[in-house]
């Protein structure tokens, strides 16, 4: 599904030359469960980021469902990650000012699809999740645990090939974090491609694969 | 999609109540005051435009004089009407409006009212086909029946008649002249230059000739300049050709100077905002406020910029979360422009309300009857104008910067705030110059108007009634004596003229030594002895008038007249005013006998104790008797007449109504600036403590002090209004110097007025911070680092 050849990046100011990331290859498969863990500074969120296209590699090579990432345009690649990346974050970042279904169905309207086919996917979305009686609530009015689920299902009402979290537990208690990744671990079984930034070994071991970062380089990757 | 905008846009402006309020105050007060201050504009510049030959109808304005005393009058001779319509080809209609002082007072049945002769003129018959002027009843071809056929306005006609049908009715004038009402014209529109309650037949005027006099008839009389004259040309052709002609025609019919009636022709649409010699008049304060309200508004879009680009930093976490989950960036323009439109229209519905609320005030400040049709098209020119403009200057910018984020860079709360900091900063610094601008402005006026108000005027008119004598001009001197028997009343006296604003002039003098080309327009006043005496004014060489017969023959100048006559040693010269050959006997100090936007022009005094003007000189607790005395003697001789007397003090200040309504609205204009920049200036200071408020946290755990935290807040703006005052006071001194050469005598312009300015401007401000500043600094800095 994805392909990271030779991956660097790093900030300049001044003379000072800090590397994030460093000559970071890495190939994901459709259907796998990623699980980026390492301690802090070592590069999981930036490489994350790079893979979602929200952020460009200073050097190398990118490949995202065949595509070039590296030869993209701009416009082209927020095009790409628009139809085919969902993004589920540590702050679950809803909008304030929008409720529940609102915040759900915010990606459909700007992909313009239809009101009667929004209205049905929202709904379908809700029950999924089981929060059809919170649609009308504002995110101030949930839990951190209820905020992220409504973070991940509008993250795939646009059905996604894949699905990139960033510490999607970290806001969280134990039994909210345990539900997130039962969800993660089910969405996982019906054929979403996963990529997590983590922690947390226990939540790491949800997934198919770990990846360990270190100082911006991959220290070691084992399937489970 | 729309709709989802618009909702969220809703709960945007419910949820930042603080800045809402802020934005939606700003907005409504700038957009209030500038559509009432374009209403007064457009008002000013309606003026007479509702004549639909308006492109074709010309005044006739006559030179007189030259060099330093050339003036150029409104009116000119009766014959140049006459001669304009016989003998200047082009010329295809003219009408002459001459003002009717014959009467005071007009009966009908047992009601008597009081007319003022400036609403009571003669005109031609063609007045009522050149003009829009509707004759709501009567002939238009023969508009008088005959010289004794009276036209008044419908307002009039309500207030003798009620709702009698007037026409065929009969007005008495003055007890003595019956008027017949021969038609009904529809009361003169707001904004006519011309205006009035009667209208007689010119007829009637022309019957003051007798054929006995100098002047044969009223179309030979070249003499007297009292003709309001319009004509109405045909397109094309050249108004100078027609003003030279009948600047020949004049002198061809009378033998005079070459430089005195030389006619000029002024378009109608003019002659509101410029003076009879093309100078600047009321134009100068359309201009003015023009450019207010424009700065107005612009303080109130800046308002707006500013603390939307302010926000959108504080915004910026929802906009990159809605590019992250699909947002192209002009859906997020689209959104912007919305809210910003949502904004806009609250503010409008508002100033609507606003406007429609402080219209009777504001009409009573202006001295005008203005309204607020929304309805009228003109209303909506105004403000389709001003809200797209201030919409494409409000929206287009923060729209842009907003959705110009780079989205994951903004969600970690790094933005590149540094490039559009500066330009923020820049606005506040341009606001914060108009607002400056603005109070110097409005020193600077009202420093002037106070100049004017306690300028010394070289004569005493404190306490002094004037009123029209009528019938008791025949009995001056018996009254006058037996007025001077009561000790309320200090002196008396009399005259043709008023020593506040004088009103004749003429150019038929003669002296010893006079250039022949030359023509000295002089001031004639009639006084009696005790005239200069009681108005205290001083004599520089001479002696007054004592009544004596010689006195008749006897003439006193003031400095002015002399040194422009260039007579050396006047007592004792020779001087000729009209027929009366005479003598100067005496000098007297200049003193302010016109408006002080003229400088002293020449004066003679020549004895003649029968003027119609009865001056009587009281004391502040006397005054309310000494009025009692003199309306005995008015029920005595004028029982016809209502009574009526004026005040010197009031009519000095009438004179400068104008002005102080200019004064007073510059005051409110410049003060709803400040006001708005202010709102502006708090919303930003409010913004700055919330984005630094993890720096003040850090630096009260190091030890800061509140002092410390405020001054470090406040510091940054407080350098823009500085910078904002260094740019903003040479500007406004300059303008302020030229508007202040509209008066030939003004006050001084002391530097401390720009000092004064900028220390207000600076305290506002400070004060403005400071409220956020402590309050942020008194703020408990574990729940400010307590952060994420």
């Keep these: 599904m994805l392909s990271l050849k030779n991956i660097s990046k790093y900030h300049k100011a001044g003379s000072l030359k800090t590397t994030i990331l460093n000559n970071i290859n890495l190939d994901v498969d459709a259907g796998e469960f990623v699980s980026i863990m390492g301690p802090s500074g070592s590069g999981k969120s930036s490489l994350l980021n790079i893979i979602g296209m929200l952020d460009e590699p200073s050097e190398g090579y990118q490949y995202f469902l065949n595509e070039p990432v590296h030869q993209l345009k701009e416009k082209q690649r927020s095009a790409l990650y628009k139809k085919n990346i969902g993004f589920v974050f540590q702050a679950y970042h809803l909008i304030d000012e929008l409720n529940v279904y609102e915040n759900i169905e915010t990606p459909l309207l700007y992909q313009d699809v239809k009101a009667a086919e929004r209205k049905a996917l929202v709904a379908d979305m809700l029950d999924r999740f089981q929060i059809v009686g919170k649609k009308d609530l504002f995110p101030s009015q949930l839990s951190g645990g209820q905020q992220q689920l409504v973070g991940i299902a509008r993250a795939l009402i646009v059905t996604p090939k894949l699905l990139l979290a960033d510490e999607p537990t970290g806001n969280l208690n134990s039994k909210q974090g345990d539900e997130i990744m039962e969800l993660f671990s089910k969405l996982n079984k019906e054929g979403m491609t996963i990529i997590q930034v983590t922690h947390s070994e226990k939540n790491a071991a949800y997934g198919s694969r770990i990846i360990n970062l270190l100082d911006g380089t991959i220290e070691s990757s084992k399937n489970i | 999609m729309i709709k989802n905008y618009l909702k969220t846009a809703w709960r945007n402006l419910i949820s930042k109540k603080f800045y809402s309020a802020i934005n939606i105050i700003g907005l409504t007060i700038g957009l209030a005051v500038g559509l009432l201050i374009l209403i007064w504009v457009k008002d000013e510049l309606s003026y007479d435009r509702f004549n639909t030959k308006i492109d074709q109808i010309y005044k006739v304005n006559a030179s007189i004089g030259t060099g330093a005393s050339r003036q150029v009058w409104g009116n000119v001779s009766a014959p140049v009407a006459f001669h304009a319509l016989k003998d200047v080809p082009g010329v295809i209609n003219a009408v002459r409006i001459i003002q009717n002082y014959n009467y005071s007072t007009f009966r009908y049945k047992d009601k008597i009212l009081r007319e003022n002769g400036n609403n009571l003129a003669f005109v031609d018959d063609s007045f009522f086909k050149m003009f829009d002027f509707k004759l709501l009843k009567g002939n238009i071809n023969k508009p008088f029946i005959n010289d004794q056929s009276v036209i008044i306005t419908e307002r009039t006609a309500k207030r003798y008649f009620g709702s009698v049908d007037p026409v065929g009715k009969t007005l008495m004038a003055d007890s003595k002249d019956p008027y017949t009402v021969s038609g009904v014209i529809a009361d003169f529109p707001g904004n006519s230059s011309i205006t009035g309650n009667m209208l007689f037949s010119i007829d009637r005027k022309r019957k003051e000739y007798d054929g006995k006099d100098y002047w044969k008839a009223m179309d030979e009389d070249w003499g007297n300049y009292f003709a309001q004259t319009f004509l109405q040309i045909k397109a094309n052709e050249s108004t100078k050709a027609i003003g030279e002609k009948l600047t020949r025609i004049h002198f061809k019919y009378q033998k005079s100077k070459s430089s005195d009636g030389v006619f000029q022709l002024q378009p109608m649409a003019d002659i509101h905002l410029y003076n009879p010699d093309g100078s ?104 389709a104008l001003t809200v797209i403009a201030t919409l494409v200057a409000s929206s287009i910018y923060p729209a842009l910067l907003l959705s110009s984020f780079k989205p994951i860079s903004a969600l970690k709360g790094k933005i590149s705030g540094a490039g559009n900091a500066s330009f923020r900063k820049a606005l506040v610094v341009c606001q914060f110059a108009f607002s400056i601008g603005l109070i110097i402005g409005t020193i600077i006026i009202n420093k002037q108007l106070n100049y004017i108000h306690t300028k010394q005027l070289g004569y005493d008119k404190e306490h002094v009634f004037a009123l029209s004598m009528h019938n008791m001009r025949d009995h001056y001197t018996a009254i006058k004596a037996q007025l001077l028997t009561h000790p309320e009343v200090l002196s008396v006296t009399a005259s043709d003229n008023s020593i506040i604003n004088s009103s004749s002039n003429t150019g038929d003098t003669d002296w010893d030594g006079k250039d022949p080309n030359t023509t000295l327009l002089i001031s004639p006043f009639e006084i009696d002895k005790d005239f200069l005496p009681m108005f205290k004014v001083q004599f520089i060489a001479g002696r007054n008038f004592t009544a004596s017969k010689s006195d008749t023959a006897n003439f006193i100048l003031n400095e002015t007249a002399v040194k422009i006559t260039g007579i050396k040693n006047p007592l004792g010269k020779r001087f000729k005013l009209h027929s009366l050959d005479g003598t100067i006997i005496g000098v007297v100090k200049d003193f302010h006998f016109a408006s002080l936007k003229e400088t002293i022009k020449p004066l003679i005094f020549s004895y003649r104790p029968t003027g119609d003007q009865m001056f009587i000189k009281t004391s502040g607790k006397n005054a309310t008797a000494a009025i009692k005395l003199a309306d005995n003697f008015w029920k005595q001789y004028n029982s016809n007449f209502p009574y009526e007397y004026t005040f010197l003090d009031d009519t000095y200040n009438a004179m400068y109504k104008t002005d102080q309504q200019t004064g007073i609205l510059f005051d409110i204009f410049a003060g709803i600036a400040i006001f708005i920049s202010c709102l502006g200036l708090f919303g930003l200071a409010t913004y700055t403590a919330q984005v630094k408020v993890k720096e003040i946290g850090i630096r009260k755990v190091l030890g800061a002090s509140v002092a410390n935290i405020t001054a470090m807040l406040s510091k940054d703006f407080l350098v823009l209004v500085i910078i904002a005052f260094a740019i903003a006071s040479p500007i406004a001194w300059y303008m302020m110097s030229k508007w202040l050469m509209g008066y030939a005598y003004r006050a001084q312009l002391h530097w401390w007025i720009i000092g004064v300015a900028g220390f207000a401007a600076i305290l506002i401000a400070f004060l403005t911070i400071s409220f956020q500043s402590i309050k942020a600094a008194l703020a408990n800095p574990v729940k400010s680092l307590r952060s994420e």
């Design chain 2, 280 to 383: 600047a008049a009321g134009i100068q304060t359309v201009k003015v406020f023009s450019i207010v309200a424009i700065l107005i508004l612009i303080i109130a879009c800046i308002n707006y910029v500013n603390l939307s680009t302010a926000r959108a930093m504080l915004r910026s976490k929802e906009v990159s979360i809605r590019k992250i989950i699909g947002a192209d960036r002009k859906q997020l323009f689209i959104q912007f422009i919305i809210e910003t439109a949502l904004c806009f229209t609250i503010a409008l519905l508002l100033a609507f309300i606003l406007i429609y609320i402080s219209m009777p005030l504001y009409n009573k400040i202006a001295g005008k009857q203005m309204h607020f049709d929304l309805f009228s098209a003109n209303v909506w020119q105004v403000v």
